[in-house]
Nanobody, 126 residues
Framework: QVHLAESGGGLVQAGGSLRLSCAASGRTFSAYAMGWFRQAPGKERDFVAAISWRGRSTSYADSVKGRFTISRDNDKNTAYLQMNSLKPEDTAVYYC???????????????????WGQGTQVIVSS
């Protein structure tokens, strides 16, 4: 059974930073690309960032490019999302997910991910 657990969310002022973590178990973590998505109240779940299985390739939504950084530590079975220069519009529940197939690059489509964490709330105050 694959299990993903996000942590690191919270309340932060605009311009501040947070670092989200996603601890994975139940699958060979290092063989799968990871993605971060977010869902604001009343909106669909949107792509934020993805990282390939080795960590050599990353991709970002335009709205977070230059502010967020995705990374992974395969020895710790953990993916991270460093969020800087946070804006009120970044307020959402953030989810990590593991891509369906092995050795992928990390898709921006949520349909390509099969296991999801429970989410961690991020609130950015103005």
């Amino acid at each position: 059974q694959v299990h993903l657990a996000e942590s690191g969310g919270g309340l932060v002022q605009a311009g501040g930073s947070l670092r989200l973590s996603c601890a994975a178990s139940g699958r060979t973590f290092s063989a799968y690309a990871m993605g971060w998505f977010r869902q604001a109240p009343g909106k669909e779940r949107d792509f934020v960032a993805a990282i390939s299985w080795r960590g050599r390739s990353t991709s970002y939504a335009d709205s977070v490019k230059g502010r967020f950084t995705i990374s992974r530590d395969n020895d710790k079975n953990t993916a991270y999302l460093q969020m800087n220069s946070l804006k009120p519009e970044d307020t959402a529940v953030y989810y990590c997910a593991t891509e369906k197939g092995r050795y992928g690059l990390g898709s921006p489509s949520s349909n390509e991910y099969d296991y999801w964490g429970q989410g961690t709330q991020v609130i950015v105050s103005s």
